[in-house]
């Protein structure tokens, strides 16, 4: 049998490769063989995840936090010897996180073909991690699965052949239907009190947290929200860490109406997320999530790699100001917030119309 090696290294990616075993099984004509980077090794951020999926990696790099330069070097070296072992007929790499990046400039020198699940996004913003993560990774890609419209545009505008791009939908709304029914009984809003209507945040990225005037502002932003409904704010660990180092987690912590979390599993995230108000994000997956489940969602950046939830779902990007945060908000509390709709091939199969491409192509 043919072996397909599926690189995931954070939490984004887990979700969006949920079912690749599964569906791989059903088809019968590729093993998959996964590698964890561990390029995220705390247990919140990753075990919870791999144990509710029920993806058991079949190897570890192990390579843990620091700088990305290191950590590319370090999956660069742990990566090839798995592919000399396994000799894969191709490699799917997922998103845009460092561990995307390393692994794809790996396949790409010892000549596997590289499949890059979720290519073509672009933000226009070189100044995101991401960003650069996306475009270098696309320059080396073989076959592109892209997730909406603008992506093939992108990727044309850049001179990838028609034929090698392929518009299979998004893998994580797979996993939101497949675990549908999980998600509707988990039973974390009883457990914290959180019932009865509240509003989600999730800010991580560094330009939100990193600066202190920036992590100020930030701080504001939330005040704002908590002002005008209960709030739940998992905080990334990397958020409390540059929070902590600015000088800003005590004011956090005392912010009236905000119920600070350690980070959710899935199950509990998703049903906070689907009973919420409203969302504050700074996160591309959370807009997705929200369009598909049609909540307002107020993203605080200037620009963003998703456009289709802008354009027909229920997406709009805010200022990074509080004046322009509580003009959004009202809109959403008084009905006149725009209603969105699900994009095309959002529909729960996405991941067999990339195994219908793969066993085409490879």
């Not at 690749?20 to 919870?48: K, L, Y």
């Not at 912010?255 to 959710?264: D, E, M, Q, R, V």
Request: hydrophobic share 40%.
């Amino acid at each position: 049998m043919k072996i397909l090696l599926v690189v995931v290294g954070a939490r984004p990616n887990f979700m969006k490769v949920a079912r690749f075993r599964e569906v791989a099984a059903i088809r019968g004509d590729f093993g998959i063989e996964v590698v964890h980077t561990g390029q995220q090794s705390d247990d919140r951020m990753t075990t919870v995840f791999l144990d509710q999926f029920q993806i058991e990696p079949d190897h570890w790099l192990g390579i843990g936090p620091g700088d990305p330069h290191e950590q590319i070097a370090h999956i660069m070296l742990g990566l090839g010897p798995v592919i000399k072992q396994v000799a894969p007929v191709g490699m799917v790499v997922v998103g845009d996180v460092t561990s995307t990046l390393a692994a794809a400039l790996t396949a790409n020198k010892m000549g596997i073909p590289l499949i890059h699940l979720e290519s073509g996004l672009r933000s226009g913003d070189l100044r995101m991690p991401e960003e650069v993560n996306r475009i270098l990774t696309d320059r080396i890609t073989d076959h592109f699965l892209i997730t909406e419209p603008s992506a093939r545009e992108h990727l044309l505008n850049e001179g990838t052949p028609p034929e090698r791009i392929h518009f299979v939908g998004n893998t994580m709304i797979d996993t939101l239907v497949a675990f549908q029914d999980r998600i509707a009984t988990d039973p974390i809003l009883a457990t914290q009190g959180w019932e009865g209507g509240h509003a989600l945040i999730t800010m991580h990225r560094p330009a939100a947290v990193d600066d202190p005037v920036a992590a100020n502002r930030t701080v504001d932003m939330i005040e704002a929200v908590a002002k005008r409904l209960r709030s739940i704010f998992p905080i990334h660990p990397r958020t409390r860490s540059r929070l902590q180092a600015n000088g800003l987690l005590d004011r956090l912590s005392s912010i009236p109406n905000l119920h600070l979390a350690s980070p959710l599993d899935y199950f509990a995230f998703q049903r906070v997320l689907a009973t919420s108000t409203f969302v504050v994000t700074d996160s591309g997956g959370v807009q997705e999530e929200t369009t598909y489940r049609g909540i307002p969602c107020l993203t605080l950046r200037p620009n963003t790699e998703r456009p289709i939830t802008l354009e027909i779902g229920t997406n709009e990007l805010v200022p990074f100001d509080v004046a322009s945060l509580n003009a959004a908000m009202t809109r959403i509390m008084d009905g006149s917030f725009k209603k969105g709709r699900c994009p095309e091939l959002w529909d729960g199969h996405a991941t067999e119309r990339v195994f219908e491409v793969l066993s085409r192509t490879l």
